[in-house]
């Protein structure tokens, strides 16, 4: 691997995200690991795939926990999206309480389906969702499925 090629590659992969701020976090550290010289042979493939993808203008950001339609904010406040609108704030990694990761997978799970019945619905998902507001899907949800 040329370091100077990849050192430039990182610089035109920078440039064109903002700095890395349009990068989720785990192609940011790939980035960061390129240009410090930490890559794998395997981890050289990803980095050329990322740079690629970018370069052809098909880069997406992965779905948070998996759940289609969610992704996770790049800016470090740890905020939650809904197809591009934020609609939560999720710190389970930050405090890392026992099973922290289940929960927030668990908690994505139940937040997805949240946004996808208010979208349904034809409500616009474009606000933090609260306690109150779930407790009101709940309750629809639930005298819906006593009909």
Same mark, same amino acid.
């Given at each position: ?13 920078l440039?064109?995200?903002? !700095? ?10 790939l980035?960061? !690991? ?5 890559l794998?042979?395997?981890?050289e493939v990803?980095?050329?795939?990322? !740079? ?18 969610l ?48 979208? !349904? ?27």
């Amino acid at each position: 691997m040329d370091r100077e090629h990849i050192s430039n590659l990182c610089h035109s992969i920078l440039q064109n995200t903002e !700095d890395g701020n349009k990068l989720a976090d785990q192609d940011l550290q790939l980035v960061e !690991d390129a240009v410090n010289g930490f890559l794998s042979p395997r981890g050289e493939v990803v980095f050329y795939q990322l !740079d690629h993808t970018l370069k052809e203008c098909n880069y997406e950001l992965p779905a948070f926990c998996g759940v289609e339609g969610l992704t996770r904010g790049v800016d470090g406040d740890r905020a939650v999206f809904w197809k591009g609108q934020k609609v939560e704030h999720y710190d389970h990694d930050f405090w890392c309480e026992k099973g922290w990761q289940e929960n927030m997978k668990s908690d994505a799970q139940k937040l997805g389906k949240i946004c996808q019945v208010m979208e !349904d619905a034809g409500n616009t998902v474009d606000c933090i969702i609260r306690e109150e507001t779930l407790k009101k899907i709940e309750k629809l949800e639930n005298s819906e499925q006593s009909l």
